[in-house]
């Protein structure tokens, strides 16, 4: 057993995923019933994932805070700034996408929605807002990660005037967590097969066909920032060829996030990337989950797409003024997209208010986002929570990726 599982670890994470995403497809193809009932690794895999990803937060901010002497390498504001501006980004790419190839959609029933989507973005903003000042042990339950953070980094500066031994226990307890997040992942080739497996012997390709061109729509403008804008903003702030880093991130963090469809699950294979590239740990135990609450590139591409494909639909004339706006109004609505159920896609009904699309019809919308989750969603998360990490390296002057 204990040579088993040695051949197990030397084989590399890397390799392993890919081996599993191989046969988790091939078994779920060949043997559905055998693929739904492995599913049961993967939920287990994304449960520890999401299990342990609040308190890592929490444990590593305090320690880093606690820790920060002044004069350290802390580069959280210019991370902040590209969060921002790739969301925008992509908000403004599906804009000129939706326009070069405009989308017409087959409404679907929307009785199953059970979600109530806001009805504005100040109600989603309030919602982000509210969440900062949400009671600590909540947040740490719910895996509110603005409560998180504003909690941390106030009980850190407290810590800051405690004695030495008191911030040394911070410290070793932010390491003990990080080993428990490497036994986590090491099992993640596992439950990336049983993901995999029930993925597609549950859905197959039979119900995404209809809507094809939608798809390709959405998935390419996700893969334009991804392989094409991401690399240029990278290249801009450190003058280096951008393509190694993106891949790393992307192949590390991107291939998780695609089949666990969590941003919170991938915060813990986040912070273990950031810690192979050489990242500063005060910088990333921050900037990291923070982008997993802000940073959503991804879904500022799905809201603007299917509110287009919408306005399309319904034949409406929208002017370059009125996608400019939806555009900046879809940006703001994906960084609050955390604080609302149903992410994403609960967003949708208030941007097709500013077209005076009928409350009904973009539920009917909606319906189809979450017929298209297992593709959207999956692309998505990818999208969002590999940026996290991309973006965060790439203000970072020290990053030396070790494979």
């Not at 002497?69 to 580069?75: E, H, N, S, T, V």
């Not at 993106?246 to 986040?270: D, H, Q, W």
């Not at 973009?362 to 298209?372: E, K, R």
Request: proline fraction near 4%; charged fraction near 10%; aromatic fraction near 6%.
């Amino acid at each position: 057993m204990r040579s088993l599982v040695n051949a197990y670890l030397k084989a590399g994470l890397v390799p392993m995923i890919i081996a599993a995403l191989i046969l988790g497809a091939i078994v779920g193809a060949l043997l559905p019933s055998v693929g739904i009932s492995v599913g049961i690794l993967g939920a287990i895999f994304v449960g520890a994932l999401k299990a342990v990803a609040p308190i890592l937060v929490f444990v590593l901010v305090v320690a880093a805070v606690t820790s920060y002497r002044g004069g350290g390498d802390l580069r959280i504001k210019p991370v902040f700034i590209l969060y921002l501006f790739g969301t925008f980004t992509a908000a403004l790419t599906a804009v000129v996408a939706s326009f070069t190839f405009p989308t017409e959609l087959v409404l679907v029933a929307a009785e199953n929605i059970e979600q109530t989507p806001p009805q504005n973005l100040k109600e989603v903003l309030t919602t982000l807002l509210m969440n900062l000042v949400a009671n600590p042990v909540k947040s740490l339950a719910e895996a509110n990660y603005m409560g998180i953070l504003t909690w941390a980094v106030l009980i850190g500066l407290a810590l800051r005037h405690v004695s030495e031994t008191t911030r040394q226990v911070a410290t070793d307890l932010s390491a003990a967590i990080t080993n428990v997040v490497k036994w986590v992942i090491a099992f993640a080739p596992i439950g990336i097969f049983g993901l995999v497996a029930a993925t597609v012997a549950e859905t197959g390709l039979d119900a995404l066909l209809g809507y094809g061109h939608l798809l390709m729509v959405l998935v390419g403008c996700m893969l334009f920032i991804a392989l094409v804008v991401n690399p240029i903003i990278v290249l801009a702030v450190t003058r280096k060829n951008p393509y190694p880093l993106v891949l790393a991130c992307l192949r590390e963090s991107g291939v998780t996030a695609f089949f666990t469809r969590s941003s919170a699950a991938n915060i813990p294979v986040n912070m273990n990337l950031a810690r192979k590239l050489g990242l500063n740990e005060e910088t990333y135990s921050v900037t990291i989950p923070l982008g997993a609450t802000i940073n959503m590139a991804g879904a500022a591409i799905t809201i603007n797409v299917l509110t287009l494909a919408a306005a399309h639909t319904l034949g409406l004339d929208v002017s370059f003024g009125s996608a400019l706006l939806l555009a900046i109004i879809g940006s703001l609505a994906a960084c609050g997209a955390s604080g609302v159920a149903g992410g994403s896609l609960l967003l949708i009904p208030m941007a097709c208010s500013l077209f005076s699309i009928p409350n009904d019809i973009a539920m009917q919308v909606v319906a189809i986002g979450f017929i298209i989750g297992v593709v959207q969603d999956s692309a998505e998360t990818a999208l969002n929570s590999s940026t996290d990490v991309l973006f965060t390296a790439a203000v970072d002057p020290k990053y030396a990726y070790k494979g």
